[in-house]
């Protein structure tokens, strides 16, 4: 008899395209077997074929997806490959399930752009909303449906390799950021050939473990959980994002993998989301290790009913899961469930109806590294650069300049420039730093380049060359900082200061009496005291991808006036971390002149360089807040508004931001809490008013029994062009009727 209804259900493929995506999940499913549901639900990796760019399914798992034991891959790409691996679950299979391929596509597939943390730093979402909607584009076009992106960890310790992934350590630009970065990737249909599902990672508070240690223990409140590391993924969520990862850490006790708090009470039951969610990279087997699990069998068990969808390489739902539902462990329904979610987002990317559309090779030879992506990937890097500092107007230089050094580690690094998670970037399309100069300057100055020092060696045999090539130069270019392998996953840090004896080198050019301009390439902020005090101009570049020289050279050189502003706060030591600027008031809080105050008696508190700081070529003086009232009730709105002057002779951009306080709660609050910015142009001379309409819900907090609620009282606004430098004005907001 079921062979009948399959009979029926094939030849009616067509017809069933108009009805709805729950009707026909609901028909396919009450044809599949136990062993077909299983198989939706786990997630192989592909291995690399010597000698090729592409990648496939290893041997063994190729029978699997004639049985449809498997329903997705990671590492699976290449538009020619995914249509031949595609072409055996729809011809070979018995349900003709299609297959989806996902991938790491963190900034980029083969064009790649600044890493996120570099992004953020322009704060400009629609610019972080083009970057992915270009990288969707790109990878779509190799047969990629899916990306493990974007990671919206909170990050407040920079020691944490994967600082690098995300969008910095404040949860309303993390939360910003997180939406655009959806929009990007998933556009406004996912039928569209253009698309990728997005995964918002990593659920949750992965950024919090406990010493900056990658896959560490997170132990923190549920005022900060639900106030600091949640709001990214509901915005997440709230922009229609298909799919979360569970993280690798436990959270108070709990892995997140085995958490039906997180997957079930509040990413289900509270947001409603309606996607399905995968395990990282075996974190279902690793529950064995966190001790919650005596074996692979108990953990597929605990992550299943505790709400994990898909498990991504552990083998455990493939092993086990049959028989924990035949022994009522997990029940039939559960396992439904995780199937539906799964079914919905293949039929919603349209691979039912079309499930080659991505395979085009032609599509592929012209969207792979086109002109469009190369130059927004430019574009893209050199509105993500910060300028720390620029003593005397230093920057920009002259491209009537006669005489530079281009010194430095990173100067001539291609490889280095991708920063990690390259995807299939390839150093050969990069654009070195000292490519970037010489295409500026097109032979009209003569460039003396010295490597100097490797990055985290030893040896100053160059130091004499590097300085000669000092001598001789009017300016010097001095580019330093960490290898690409130093950031990203597992690349932690207890020392931030620069590797290496890099910081010797800054300091030999220094004694050149030459004017000096730092260039920084890294992924997590660095504690450069001696630099800072002492060069002439700094760059935080972060690593900003294939067209890293030639953005940076625009920058250098005035073809663009810097805009970027920091995401992250840089502390002058990592004896200061964890540092931010949202943090709480202590009863003594910290006094100069007062010996039992909140500080250090061998450094201040304040940080090198705090949240939101970023310079310009131009100066820009800020007026006087002014609202629209004085008292505010519950329920109604508050325009604020602030003229704002360009008082340089460079047009530029501005971001101006918008912080508030609670200067009396029933529950402590943070000295200042972000809750809007801008990004305006300014013409040289000119006078721009920017405005800003906070509702009321902008005020809300997590009262003593955790209800999300506004509390009359008096309120500071903050406006400035940092977290630091702010001009303040004070609301009361009180209970209407």
């Known amino acids: 008899m079921k062979k009948i209804y399959l009979i029926i ?22 044809l599949m077997t136990l062993e077909e549901k299983i198989g939706q639900t786990v997630q192989y990796s592909g291995g690399k074929v010597t000698g090729t760019k592409s990648a496939r399914p290893r041997n063994e798992h190729i029978e699997l997806i004639r049985k449809g034991k498997v329903g997705s891959f990671l590492n699976v790409f290449g538009a020619n490959t995914t249509a031949e691996i595609q072409r055996i679950a729809i011809e070979e299979s018995r349900l003709k399930i299609p297959l989806l391929f996902g991938m790491d596509i963190i900034h980029g597939y083969k064009t790649i752009f600044p890493v996120p943390i570099a992004e953020a730093s322009s704060w400009d979402p629609e610019l972080v909303k083009l970057s992915a909607s270009l990288q969707a584009e790109e990878a779509s076009s190799a047969g990629i449906h899916w990306t493990f992106s974007p990671m919206v960890d909170i990050a407040r310790d920079p020691r944490w390799g994967r600082v690098v992934e995300g969008s910095g350590e404040d949860p309303f630009l993390g939360s910003v950021m997180a939406e655009h970065r959806v929009y990007g990737y998933q556009g406004n249909n996912l039928e569209d050939p253009k698309t990728i599902v997005a995964c918002a990672k990593h659920f949750a508070a992965y950024g919090g473990a406990e010493g900056g240690r990658d896959y560490n223990t997170v132990d923190i409140s549920e005022r900060t959980l639900m106030e600091i590391y949640l709001p990214p993924f509901k915005k997440a969520v709230e922009a229609g994002v298909g799919t979360l990862m569970s993280s690798f850490n436990e959270i108070n006790g709990i892995p997140s993998s085995a958490n039906p708090l997180l997957l079930n009470r509040i990413l289900r039951d509270k947001w409603n989301f309606n996607g399905f969610v995968v395990s990282d990279w075996n974190s279902i087997g690793e529950l064995i290790q966190h001790g919650i699990a005596a074996d692979l069998k108990g953990a597929a068990g605990l992550a299943l009913n505790s709400g994990v969808d898909m498990d991504m390489e552990s083998d455990a739902y493939f092993d086990y899961l049959k028989s924990l539902i035949e022994e009522g462990v997990v029940s039939e329904e559960t396992l439904n469930q995780s199937v539906i979610r799964i079914l919905k987002i293949k039929f919603r990317l349209g691979l039912f109806d079309e499930p080659f559309k991505y395979c085009s090779s032609e599509r592929e030879s012209n969207t792979v590294l086109n002109e469009k992506m190369i130059e927004t990937a430019r574009e893209v890097a050199k509105r993500s650069i910060v300028l720390l500092k620029n003593r005397n107007g230093l920057l920009p230089l002259s491209k009537k300049i006669n005489k530079i050094a281009i010194i430095g580690p990173l100067a001539d690094s291609k490889d280095n420039l991708l920063g990690p998670w390259k995807a299939e970037g390839d150093s050969s399309n990069v654009i070195s730093i000292l490519d970037g100069v010489k295409n500026k300057l097109a032979n009209s100055a003569q460039i003396f380049y010295e490597k100097g020092c490797s990055i985290n060696g030893e040896s100053r045999n160059g130091f004499e060359l590097a300085r000669s090539a000092a001598d001789q130069s009017d300016f010097v270019i001095l580019c330093v900082g960490e290898s690409r392998q130093m950031s990203g996953e597992a690349r932690n840090r207890t020392n931030i200061d620069l590797p290496g004896i890099q910081e010797d080198l800054v300091k030999e050019m220094h004694k050149s009496g030459k004017p000096v301009i730092v260039v920084l390439i890294n992924g997590r902020p660095l504690s450069i005291n001696w630099i800072s005090e002492n060069v002439d101009a700094i760059l935080e570049a972060w690593f900003p991808g294939i067209q890293t020289g030639n953005a940076i050279a625009d920058v250098l050189f005035g073809d663009y006036n810097p805009s970027a502003k920091l995401p992250v706060t840089i502390p002058r030591s990592v004896g200061q971390i964890p540092i931010y600027y949202n943090h709480k008031n202590t009863g003594r809080p910290y006094n100069p002149d007062s010996f039992y ?26 007026g006087k807040i002014k609202t629209d009232k004085i008292r505010m009730a519950i329920g109604d709105s508050l325009r604020v508004n602030i003229d704002i002057t360009n008082s340089g002779k460079y047009d530029g951009e501005e971001v101006v931001q918008l912080y508030i306080r609670d200067m009396v709660g029933s529950v402590t609050r943070p000295v200042k809490e972000l809750k809007d910015f801008r990004k305006v142009f300014i013409r040289s001379g000119e006078v721009a008013r920017v405005e800003f309409v906070l509702s009321s819900d902008q005020f809300k907090f997590y009262d003593a029994d955790m209800n999300y609620v506004v509390e009359p009282g008096k309120f500071k606004i903050f406006i400035g062009p940092d977290s630091v430098n702010l001009e303040e004005t004070e609301i009361e907001v009180f209970r209407g009727n």
Not at 9 to 30: E, G, H, I, P, Y
């Open 597 to 622: 105050t909140s500080g250090y008696i061998d450094s201040g508190i304040t940080p090198l360089y705090p949240f939101g700081f970023g310079l310009s070529y131009t100066s820009f003086n800020y």
């Open 9 to 30: 259900f094939l030849s009616s493929m067509l017809a069933a395209q108009n009805r709805t995506v729950d009707q026909r999940v609901d028909s396919l499913l009450s």
